[in-house]
């Protein structure tokens, strides 16, 4: 209860902070799901078995190991270049690059509102605090004596409060978009390093240089 007491004597601002934190939290609980279990996979293993089957020239079981994996972001952009695997290499090249540009918006989705979110929140916090010292500076200027002391402490709570909960808000607000964005950008790293492997096996494949390629690379 007396936690509620002190949000309400933090005055209106204090629920907007609050609609910013929920917000946010929502925001940020479906895109830590979406980065850390649905689109992400572990790179290096995968890629380490699509190499081996398309070097065993065995690309429909390429595609049922992506199909495997329907919602990380990497399977559809390798999946996109096998189903072309004996398209030309530009056909490839183009299927890749498309499927990469389809998953990066998926991936980056509603990330940046969380940076504007704490934003607010931080300067809804100041803009409580300002109200409240103007609060209590006409309280010290205008109001009756016996009535001075209340209307000079509610304007001070105003001010702390708000600014109290525009950081609390803020704070965990702007870790959990650094830990989003790290996450995200490291599937983005797997995608383009990895949908370029898979551009460079395909055509390696074509020529019939796979396996000297691999050998050169080892």
Do not use: H
Not at 74 to 84: H, N, Q, S
Not at 102 to 125: D, H
Not at 162 to 171: H, N, P
Request: hydrophobic share 50%; glycine share 6%; aromatic share 8%.
């Amino acid at each position: 209860m007396d936690l509620i007491y002190k949000f309400n004597d933090g005055g209106i601002f204090m629920w907007v902070i609050l609609v910013m934190g929920v917000l946010a939290a929502a925001i940020a609980f479906e895109r830590v799901f979406y980065v850390v279990f649905r689109a992400n996979i572990n790179a290096t293993a995968f890629m380490a078995q699509i190499q081996k089957l398309i070097m065993a020239n065995n690309i429909d079981r390429a595609i049922k190991l992506c199909n495997a994996e329907p919602n990380a972001a990497l399977p559809k952009v390798v999946k996109a270049g096998l189903t072309r695997a004996n398209r030309t290499e530009k056909e490839i090249e183009n299927a890749v690059d498309e499927a990469t540009l389809e998953v990066v918006p998926q991936i980056n989705k509603r990330t940046p509102y969380l940076n504007m979110l704490a934003n607010v929140s931080t300067l809804t916090g100041l803009l409580g605090t300002i109200q409240g010292l103007i609060q209590a500076f006409d309280a010290v200027a205008n109001a009756p004596a016996d009535l001075k002391q209340a209307m000079l402490a509610s304007g001070i709570a105003v001010a702390m409060y708000t600014t109290f909960g525009g950081l609390v808000v803020a704070i965990p607000i702007l870790m959990v978009f650094s830990y989003i964005s790290n996450r995200a950008n490291k599937i983005l790293d797997d995608v383009d390093q990895y949908g370029l492997k898979t551009v460079n096996l395909l055509t390696a494949r074509k020529r019939g240089t796979l396996k000297e390629d691999a050998a050169a690379e080892g």
